[in-house]
């Protein structure tokens, strides 16, 4: 798959400056959701650079700082649990896309959203199924929003120890239900997701 062929076709039509976009922690139980928006320089070669859930966490974490130092420029936003509960997790996750896209410097002129859904986006954009694994932009600010999501849950997990976030990151798993049953739902959890507790 060539990761480089909807840049080159921005590119193609004049479009320098092309951000990719793209969020993590949609699907959680806690905590924020995250996004970065990151722009690459034209066909560059990052070693493994793919969708961010096809890799392991190790690998996300030594392509965090490769990503950061050569793109031209990257950003990551996020929107909290209350502002999750209060506009739901699909407003959520494109207005953090939009946050981070917003203090992209220097600004993109274009952008390339993950999935098929755009409110909210205010510059000329096109969204991109399965981005992750089809833009070389998108899947870069995969992996610098699922590494900033996982580290912030580890954060939260020093704060709030009885939940063990540092191992489900905040996910929907058989031992998370366990303990929001033994402890009763914390600070972080978006009680919209809650319902049927």
């Known amino acids: 798959m060539d990761l480089w062929e909807i840049e080159r076709s921005c590119r193609a039509r004049g479009i320098t400056m092309v951000c990719g976009a793209d969020e993590a922690g949609a699907g959680p139980l806690a905590?924020?959701?995250?996004?970065?928006?990151?722009?690459?320089?034209?066909?560059?070669?990052?070693?493994?650079?793919n969708d961010s859930k096809k890799l392991s966490e190790k690998r996300r974490e030594q392509l965090f700082p490769v990503i950061q130092e050569k793109a031209v420029a990257?950003?990551?936003a996020w929107v909290d649990e209350k502002e999750i509960d209060e506009i739901n997790i699909l407003n959520a996750r494109l207005l953090a896309m939009q946050r981070a896209i917003e203090q992209l410097s220097p600004a993109a002129e274009y952008a390339l959203i993950d999935g098929n859904r755009d409110a909210g986006i205010t510059i000329p954009h096109e969204t991109v199924v399965k981005g992750d694994s089809r833009s070389a932009s998108i899947a870069a600010a995969s992996i610098l929003a699922k590494v900033s999501r996982d580290r912030y849950m580890v954060e939260m997990a020093q704060q709030y120890p009885q939940y063990e976030f540092e191992h489900h990151k905040g996910y929907p798993t058989k031992r998370h239900y366990e303990l929001l049953r033994q402890y009763g739902p914390c600070p972080i959890h978006r009680r919209?997701?809650?319902k049927n507790l």
């Open 31 to 49: 905590g924020a959701v995250y996004a970065a928006a990151v722009i690459l320089p034209p066909e560059l070669e990052i070693k493994g650079l």
């Open 74 to 76: 990257w950003a990551v």
């Open 192 to 194: 919209s997701f809650l």
